[in-house]
């Protein structure tokens, strides 16, 4: 019973330690266990080994073992790394680690000084070792590493992911490999008969592209290849079948997908925000947060179901904050779903905001990364680069994306780009018009920090933005950053009014939940949860949308609502 205890209590100190949040910026674990200061003292006493030594798909398991740990510390750490020069195969002061586990959590670990631990690993493009650190809290040691694994393969295409370009005829994919040949797409309307071709474009970034640390140093790692091809002539409503890759080097599967109706037949969309990376074998890798496997999970579910035809992430996306290997495996994560459907997102604090680089708030909250991953890995209609804001048609909805990191004041060049978008929306084409940003107009919450608080950068907003959706009368807007689900009535500037402009939050598909509601609930308010992880779903045909609200633990609906189209 004590050892339990004592192996609950350590849980929990490790759960607070990777769980840190001040304010509303997060503190990535890896700055907390401070691996700057790592030192390097090897133990030959200490073997750490891995098995299988060699894997063929991306997504396997490894079993680490470790042993001959003479004093075993409670805070003794296993980490994952891939690769970097220096004597020992790894160098923990210039290179985080991709993720990592308390050696204590194999169960007898403190008493015998030996341990296992079964990690999911993905091929990173490149070996993978595991590392055995003493810790006492201050100073991480590196005293063993373990023998490589590798992948038969490091350019098997990977991180499949599709977007619409906004035109209806077009979808594109973008994938990453080590190197590559002549890479393209096939495509056709049967997986037999992929009778069309087309070259892709690539690229990279480097760490000099980076506006700071960790992205520049401690967190980085090379993207690989960024592979782009553009599917063109495509019919509406129509289902292709499509691979990638190479001749050379290997093709991917083959995965499909439907383009968008040509009419306003319903579509169905899933929507959210703020949901990050959760790793299934419960390793740490940024601030824990395993819902977000639970709403991938069940959002995969239902495009294997073929009950999505779009879905919409907007803003803060793998949380990667500086640490690149995290956008790796947030594309391993989404897989299932962002190869099968449209992954159209909006940019958010945590891609984009670096002090003096361009954006609207001066802080820190990319971790150096000032949207350079996120533009060059998501590839949008945008018409610039590092101007994250465009529209496109799906069916019946016209959907209009900003920034809410770049300047939206009136007179912008955002602000201008907004109203000729919605000056141009066709309502007998496509009725519905939807919103949305990251940072929400209506909150309840009392974060308040001045400048780029929520609180003071709603009111903004509401000052800048909101006649110009009134004026044009945008249905629905959809919010995320505020990590919970609120849904206001329709709104006129802060009054409920019929024909005014529904506001939801759907900031809660995985980061932690903020719990930080005034005491008085707002007058606007219909539903208010900060207690549950999930996402919203709708569908839309030329008079109607219905809207649900997912809760991620059981998969039920938790609140619905319904709009009808006046147009």
């Known amino acids: 019973l004590i050892l339990q205890m004592a192996n609950q209590f350590t849980c929990i100190l490790f759960s607070l330690l990777v769980t840190q949040i001040i304010a509303h910026k997060e503190i990535h674990p890896n700055e907390l266990v401070n691996f700057k200061e790592s030192k390097i003292r090897m133990d030959a006493t200490i073997v750490v080994s891995a098995t299988p030594r060699q894997l063929a798909v991306s997504g396997s398991w490894v079993n680490v073992t470790y042993q001959g740990v003479s004093d075993p510390n409670k805070q003794d750490i296993i980490a994952v790394y891939s690769p970097t020069s220096g004597k020992y195969k790894i160098d923990p002061v210039h290179q985080a680690p991709i993720k990592y586990v308390l050696a204590s959590k194999s169960p007898k670990y403190l008493q015998t000084g030996a341990g296992s631990y079964r990690f999911r690993i993905i091929n990173f493009r490149a070996p993978v070792y595991f590392a055995f650190l003493r810790y006492d809290g201050k100073t991480p040691v590196l005293s063993a590493v373990s023998n490589p694994v590798t992948f038969v393969n490091y350019n098997d295409p990977l991180q499949v992911h599709l977007a619409l370009t906004g035109l209806p005829s077009e979808m594109v994919v973008v994938w990453s490999t080590l190197n590559a040949s002549k890479p393209m797409v096939q495509w056709g309307t049967s997986p037999q008969s992929l009778v069309h071709s087309t070259s892709s474009s690539f690229s990279s970034y480097t760490s000099s592209d980076m506006c700071g640390s960790p992205a520049k140093d401690l967190g980085w790692r090379d993207p690989g290849l960024i592979h782009k091809a553009v599917m063109r002539d495509l019919q509406g409503g129509t289902t292709y079948y499509y691979k990638v890759g190479d001749g050379t080097y290997g093709w991917s599967e083959i995965f499909h997908f439907k383009t968008p109706p040509t009419d306003m037949s319903t579509v169905r969309v899933v929507a959210f925000g703020d949901m990050g990376l959760g790793q299934p074998d419960g390793s ?10 639970n709403t991938s999970r069940l959002i995969s579910k239902m495009v294997s179901k073929s009950e999505v035809d779009v879905v919409l992430h907007i803003g803060d996306i793998s949380y990667a904050v500086g640490y690149s290997a995290q956008w790796d495996e947030f594309f391993d994560q989404v897989k299932d779903i962002a190869a099968y459907v449209p992954y159209m997102v909006c940019i958010g604090n945590h891609e984009r905001d670096w002090p003096f680089s361009g954006g609207l708030f001066n802080v820190d909250d990319s971790g150096g990364e000032c949207g350079v991953p996120h533009e060059r890995r998501l590839v949008m209609p945008r018409s610039e680069p590092d101007k994250p804001w465009y529209g496109f048609d799906y069916g019946p909805v016209h959907f209009l994306l900003m920034s809410t990191e770049h300047d939206f004041k009136v007179g912008s060049p955002q602000y201008q780009f ?59 807007a959809f919010w995320g950053h505020h990590h919970s689900y609120q849904r206001s009535c329709p709104l006129v500037k802060g009054k409920c009014q019929e024909g005014g402009i529904t506001h939801v939050i759907i900031g809660m598909a995985g980061k932690n939940l903020l719990q930080d509601f005034t005491p008085v609930k707002p007058s606007w308010a219909v539903f208010l949860d900060d207690h549950h992880f999930g996402f919203s779903r709708f569908q839309v045909n030329s008079s109607s949308l219905t809207f649900e609200y997912i809760h991620n633990e059981d998969g039920n609906i938790h609140d619905a609502f319904v709009l009808k189209q006046k147009y």
């Open 418 to 476: 907004l109203e000729k978008d919605l000056m141009m929306v066709n309502r007998s084409k496509t009725p519905w018009l939807v919103f949305s940003g990251h940072r929400p107009m209506y909150v309840d919450s009392t974060e308040d920090t001045p400048v780029s608080g929520i609180v003071p950068v709603a009111k903004l907003m509401r000052e800048q933005l909101e006649p110009l959706l009134l004026k044009y009368k945008v249905d629905v």
């Open 284 to 293: 740490s890798q940024h601030l824990e947060e395993p819902p977000a496997s």
